[in-house]
T-cell receptor, first 113, second 110 residues
Framework: NAGVTQTPKFRILKIGQSMTLQCAQDMNHNYMYWYRQDPGMGLKLIYYSVGAGITDKGEVPNGYNVSRSTTEDFPLRLELAAPSQTSVYFC????????????FGSGTRLTVV | GIQVEQSPPDLILQEGANSTLRCNFSDSVNNLQWFHQNPWGQLINLFYIPSGTKQNGRLSATTVATERYSLLYISSSQTTDSGVYFCAAYSGGGADGLTFGKGTHLIIQP
């Protein structure tokens, strides 16, 4: 049982390039989330999804896009990468219900130069 | 949205010491969790605790929901306890998803 799997683990992008961060979970969780963590800070919510075909913005969505075509996958797309997007990105999931803990992936460290 | 504040921001202790980390939140919560981020960056879920008290080995947590705070206790600290401890909460309104505090950076010295 892999839990939440993120790929790649590390990536360096040049300004203006685009990329997709992959996130997959095998726990049949309906809820999935993307967070970013800047140095010395807590995590901030970028986008979330409550099920396949449904996505919504979090606190810091600008510069990102998401899609949720299946329950398992929740990719995060960066268009026109900027240095301000240098961060560690975490994907998380949980099943339906309020009394539920979150499961986090191991993160993707992205540097934009 | 909900605000989450943690204290202290940094804590340096000797191995074997006990510590208390505090989390204050601005609204009633239906989800509150404590995480440990290890030196490799992995986030480990320690407790789901929107109210009451839980214990897991040397760690325990208490949330007093009516007074909007939660405490994480670490007893007999070990060097492997080092890292950043995050409190995260969800109040049930606005965007779904936990709001994180800035964390407490704990260093346990041998």
């Amino acid at each position: 049982n892999a839990g939440v799997t993120q790929t790649p683990k590390f990536r360096i992008l040049k300004i203006g390039q685009s990329m997709t961060l992959q996130c997959a979970q095998d726990m049949n969780h309906n809820y999935m989330y993307w967070y970013r963590q800047d140095p010395g800070m807590g995590l901030k919510l970028i986008y979330y999804s409550v099920g396949a075909g449904i996505t919504d913005k979090g606190e810091v969505p600008n510069g990102y896009n998401v899609s949720r075509s299946t329950t398992e996958d929740f990719p995060l797309r960066l268009e026109l990468a900027a240095p301000s997007q240098t961060s560690v990105y975490f994907c998380a999931s949980r099943r339906t219900g309020t009394a539920i803990g979150y499961t986090f992936g191991s993160g993707t460290r992205l540097t934009v130069v | 949205g909900i605000q989450v504040e943690q204290s202290p921001p940094d804590l340096i202790l000797q191995e074997g010491a006990n510590s208390t980390l505090r989390c204050n939140f601005s609204d009633s919560v239906n989800n509150l969790q404590w995480f440990h981020q290890n030196p490799w960056g992995q986030l480990i879920n320690l407790f789901y605790i929107p109210s009451g008290t839980k214990q897991n080995g040397r760690l325990s947590a208490t949330t007093v929901a009516t007074e909007r705070y939660s405490l994480l206790y670490i007893s007999s600290s070990q060097t492997t306890d080092s890292g950043v401890y995050f409190c995260a909460a969800y109040s049930g309104g606005g965007a779904d998803g936990l709001t994180f505090g800035k964390g407490t950076h704990l260093i346990i010295q041998p």
